[in-house]
């Protein structure tokens, strides 16, 4: 079974065609699970206008964080493989089929991605060349390039993930680093899905590499990677103590 898990805020723009690209290629006992974060304009109509059994809703929550409401998402994704969705982005025929045969062997795939403007035209042709994608713990602690919407994993990193910390700032690097310390990542470079930066867009403007957080200073990036340093440091010497005290 595989849980797609999603959130959404005020995502009426593009989400229809994000939903459809999705809906295509999962299988009737898959799931699709949407995390509403008190959506003001018609994100709920559109949900609930496709009647389809696959797509779980929970709505009225109030987290006014993308974090904490992806972590609402996946507190209930029951399948065994999680793909995690952005609102506004679109899966490219394949992208199910591709991730999960990678699966097969990894516990957390991250694909390449074109990425797309608010008129679907294309601004890069490839998301790993143009944020110099690799594995590698300490180079993504360095700069980040665990795109979360672009992520799919196994059930050891969902339940090593949870519950997210209260201090990150993104689950994307947050998950990324802790499947780099304790599972086997790849970097899986085919473009399956269309990865679409605007003005609304909240990753697009979270990411502490990019150019509209600049006057962020260098104390302020080096002390939230030392937070998150800590926090994977922990997480992983709890996970181990817990699998000795099982053994």
């Given at each position: 079974m595989i849980s797609v898990c999603m959130t959404t805020f005020n995502g009426e723009r593009?989400?229809?065609?994000?939903?459809?690209?999705?809906?295509?290629?999962?299988?009737?006992?898959?799931?699709?699970?949407?995390?509403?974060?008190?959506?003001?304009?018609?994100?709920?109509?559109?949900?609930?206008?496709?009647?389809?059994?696959r797509?779980?809703?929970?709505?009225?929550?109030?987290?006014?964080?993308?974090?904490?409401?992806?972590?609402?998402?996946?507190?209930?994704?029951?399948?065994?493989?999680?793909?995690?969705?952005?609102?506004?982005?679109?899966?490219?025929?394949?992208?199910?089929?591709?991730?999960?045969?990678?699966?097969?062997?990894?516990?957390?795939?991250i694909t390449n991605a074109i990425i797309i403007n608010d008129k679907g035209e294309t601004v890069h042709d490839s998301y790993f060349k143009w944020k110099g994608s690799t594995p590698g713990f300490w180079k993504n602690l360095k700069k980040n390039s665990y795109l979360g919407c672009a992520i799919a994993f196994n059930k050891k990193i969902l339940?090593?993930?949870?519950?997210?910390?209260?201090?990150?700032?993104?689950?994307?690097?947050?998950?990324?680093?802790?499947?780099?310390?304790?599972?086997?990542?790849?970097?899986?470079?085919?473009?399956?899905?269309?990865?679409?930066?605007?003005?609304?867009?909240f990753t697009a403007s979270i990411n502490l590499e990019d150019n509209n957080l600049s006057d962020f200073s260098l104390g302020h990036k080096l002390n939230y990677r030392r937070i998150l340093l800590d926090q994977i440091v922990k997480r992983v010497w709890t996970l181990k103590f817990l699998t000795n005290r099982e053994n």
């Open positions: 593009f989400l229809k065609e994000q939903i459809d690209s999705i809906l295509l290629q999962l299988n009737p006992h898959d799931e699709l699970i949407i995390s509403d974060d008190s959506s003001d304009d018609n994100t709920i109509e559109i949900i609930k206008s496709y009647n389809d059994s797509i779980r809703l929970m709505e009225n929550n109030h987290f006014n964080s993308p974090v904490f409401n992806m972590e609402n998402a996946l507190k209930h994704a029951g399948g065994n493989i999680i793909f995690l969705a952005d609102q506004d982005d679109v899966w490219l025929p394949g992208k199910v089929q591709r991730v999960t045969d990678s699966l097969q062997d990894n516990d957390l795939v339940h090593a993930a949870l519950p997210f910390p209260e201090s990150i700032i993104m689950h994307d690097v947050w998950i990324g680093l802790l499947a780099e310390r304790i599972g086997k990542i790849k970097f899986l470079d085919e473009k399956l899905m269309l990865y679409r930066r605007h003005n609304d867009n």
